[in-house]
């Protein structure tokens, strides 16, 4: 948080404080709603805007017609013509937790009348990060698209709308009411996002913040030749007028009708009739949502039936029978205290910021990296600067951009070391690499550690109870510095060490003895070679077999190893060539660590060479990304969509599209309980 933040609101008891947090809120939504340039996270928008509305609950008598509280939306850019909506957008109201959501529904419950355990149909989708517009349709030509604006009045989009793949210029089919509004969100891509920015850096314009706001400065440009360049879909999630013909009786058979029409809706829609099946679709799609191919800030709930939704109507153009549930902001602002700079498995020292704590994705951060030398530069990042910092699933935390605004005098440079400052080698940077490197190899501890903990790691030898703390612990101890120092550990050494009881000792003892037995993949990724991963080490198992052969394999051999470049298959001779490194692949056959070897099988022998798969939908049991090896393991060739081609689709929980359109083709689909019983008898070892 910047430092003029509010923490709560009795610092706000003068009207100068006030007034400062006007001038805030209004440049945040000039920023965001008219430059589609925002400078902030929308939840410190939202911060700075509770603490007003709050300080305007306790002084009603100074609200001023001029608080931002007191408009709705921002002034529409020059050059587009407005819409008047005829029947209001309305905005939604938030929860944030599942006892919100249960006062919601309990607040629904008592305004229909109805006592707490009768059960209430609720449609429940994503609530999608892009920008609110209307679609309407006449004699199903698509004659007008308009932006959400202020809910009233929005701006006519039309040329743009009409580039955009996903809306339909002519409804499918018949049926359609003669007049008919459609309502949706339209939204960018995460992927198409990521190369609209690597484009734009490399013809040096600017880049966009956050795919929501690529989308709405796509969305309102006034070139639709720019607009059709930019990867924007559409989805629908609600009807505003109809005249001429009806709709069905609730919300979802009519979203359902409308991706009949040719429209698209969400694949996650579904419909719930108890406050548990809420409950876990709110778990299962926040587990879902780093995954999700588009980003998504939340989920929206909205009563079912239209008559119902008629009866609960609206306040304060919000609908009473439908919320928002507000999933943790992926993005939040902090200060950076210091920058430091750590030194990984290979060497690579990456800049640290260490931050002021700060809540973002659901956990509280207080590291965040910086890459490489190069991202603090085109950050122009200083120590003492306001940032902000990004925290997605599981992923590290990153700073993704400075408030240069908020810089104040305060800020010193980021000293970037000459030597590595743990061993103090030299640090070499290769010309046009962006990494810099600690040339102390394993003679330097970080490096040494982080070769461990790589080695120890689950999809490396897989030694479950040797992780980060107890390699630190063992490697200042001088009990472990080389891999086949692990094998000659003993019950004496642990027992000694603080929190090691005699039980987890035993327990530990057992599994680097049990884990001994490996196999020729996990070895060769555990070795730690430069760009190899666990891919890559799969694929030079396969092909080659016996670890004698990769070894003696030259460069121009490597390259023939799918997936192997001319890059990695210098890393790997030249990592076979150095005599330390077959010193240690022999230290740890004579420790007893083996793994079977055999002729390896011709590609076309496998049992389905040839065989091209589809995955889609998600999987319970297993990441997408493993259901592909397994795959691939076996000689199949997994695809990203489904073509006459495709001999087998695996379909996972709530899949969409792909699955229709194998169902349509009449290809052969797994349920993935059906998927894990055929890669059982095909002697795929799952370890689930
Ligand atoms: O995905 C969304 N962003 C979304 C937005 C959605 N799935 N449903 C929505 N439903 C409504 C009502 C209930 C008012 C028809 C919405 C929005 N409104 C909405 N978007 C922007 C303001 C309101």
């Known amino acids: 948080m910047s430092a003029d933040t509010p923490s709560n609101t009795s610092s706000f008891s003068i009207p100068e404080d006030i007034q400062h947090l006007y001038d805030q809120i209004e440049l945040h939504n000039y920023r965001y709603h008219v430059l ?7 939840a410190h928008y939202d911060q700075l805007f509770k603490s007003l509305k709050a300080w305007e609950l306790q002084n009603p008598q100074a609200v001023s017609p001029q608080s931002p509280t007191q408009r709705v939306g921002a002034q529409p850019k020059s050059g587009f013509s407005q819409i008047t909506h005829e029947m209001p957008m309305l905005s939604l109201d938030n929860v944030f937790d599942s006892d919100e959501l249960s006062d919601f529904v309990t607040r629904i419950q008592e305004r229909l009348g109805l006592n707490s355990d009768s059960s209430i149909e609720f449609a429940c989708e994503p609530k999608l990060d892009g920008i609110a517009v209307s679609l309407l349709y006449e004699d199903g030509i698509l004659v007008r698209g308009a932006t959400r604006g202020d809910g009233s009045i929005g701006e006519d989009i039309t040329h743009n709308v009409r580039t955009i793949d996903s809306i339909p210029l002519k409804l499918l089919g018949s049926g359609y009411p003669q007049r008919l509004e459609v309502r949706g969100e339209i939204y960018m891509l995460k992927a198409g996002f990521e190369q609209m920015n690597i484009q734009a850096e490399k013809v040096g314009e600017k880049r966009f913040v956050n795919p929501r706001n690529a989308a709405a400065g796509s969305i309102r440009q006034l070139d639709p030749r720019i607009t059709a360049k930019r990867p924007l879909e559409m989805c629908c999630y609600s009807v505003g007028i109809v005249e001429g013909g009806e709709i069905p009786e609730d919300h979802f058979a009519t979203l359902k009708l409308l991706n009949e029409w040719g429209l698209k809706i969400n694949p996650y829609l579904i419909k719930v009739s108890d406050t548990q099946a809420q409950i876990d679709y709110v778990t299962k799609m926040q587990a879902l949502r780093s995954e999700l191919p588009y980003e998504i800030d939340g989920l929206v709930f909205k009563v079912n039936r239209y008559s119902l939704q008629q009866r609960l109507g609206f306040i304060s153009r919000a609908p009473r029978w439908a919320t928002a549930y507000k ?12 920058v430091e700079f750590q030194v990984g498995r ?57 408030l240069l605004d908020e810089r104040t005098d305060n800020v010193s440079e980021v000293v970037v070391p000459t030597a ?18 600690c040339s102390g190899g394993l003679t330097c501890a970080a490096q040494r550690k982080e070769a461990l903990i790589h080695y ?9 109870g040797l992780g980060d703390k107890l390699i630190d612990t063992l490697v200042s101890k001088e009990l472990v510095e080389k891999f086949d120092d ?25 599994t680097i003895e049990r884990t001994k037995q490996t196999t ?4 060769i990724y555990a070795l730690g070679i430069r760009e190899v991963g666990e891919a890559t080490a799969r694929n030079l198992a396969t092909e080659f077999g016996f670890l004698n052969r990769i070894i003696e394999a030259d460069e121009e051999r490597l390259v023939q190893v799918s997936d192997v470049g001319p890059i990695v298959a210098k890393h790997i001779a030249r990592f076979f060539a150095q005599a330390h490194n077959l010193e240690v692949i022999e230290a740890l056959r004579a420790a007893g660590v083996t793994w079977p070897e055999a002729e390896p099988l011709d590609v076309g022998e496998l049992p389905l060479a040839g065989k091209i798969y589809v995955l889609t939908g998600t999987l319970e049991q297993m990441g997408r990304s493993e259901a592909k090896v397994f795959l691939q393991e076996l000689g199949a060739k997994v695809a990203g969509s489904v073509s006459k081609k495709t001999d087998c689709v695996v379909a996972g929980a709530a899949a969409g599209s792909k699955l229709k359109k194998a169902q349509d083709l009449e290809i052969e689909v797994l349920t993935e309980p059906e998927f894990i019983e055929f890669l059982k008898v095909h002697g795929v070892v799952l370890d689930l």
């Not at 800049?351 to 603090?376: C, K, Q, W, Y």
């Not at 306001?386 to 951009?401: C, F, L, N, Q, Y």
């Not at 000659?488 to 035993?506: G, I, P, T």
């Open 327 to 338: 999933f943790p902001a992926e993005e939040a602002v902090t200060t950076v205290d210091n």
């Open 486 to 510: 692990i094998y000659h550990l003993s019950k004496n050494n642990l027992v000694r060490l603080e929190r090691m009881a005699e039980k987890s000792a035993d327990k530990l003892l057992a």
């Open 456 to 464: 120890a790691s689950k999809k490396a030898l897989d030694i479950d």
């Open 420 to 437: 590595c400052p743990i061993c103090e080698s030299d640090i070499e940077r290769i010309e046009g690499e962006a990494i810099a490197r």
């Open 36 to 42: 589609d340039e925002p400078s902030v996270p929308d």
């Open 346 to 402: 290979t060497g690579a020292i990456t800049p640290v910021a260490r931050l002021v704590p700060v809540f973002v994705g659901g956990v509280t951060v207080s590291n965040a990296t910086l890459h490489n030398m190069d991202e603090i530069e085109r950050l122009d990042l200083k120590v003492g600067d306001s940032v902000v910092v990004h925290r997605a699933g599981d992923v590290i935390p990153k700073v993704v951009r400075v």
């Open 520 to 523: 020729l993949a996990r070895f």
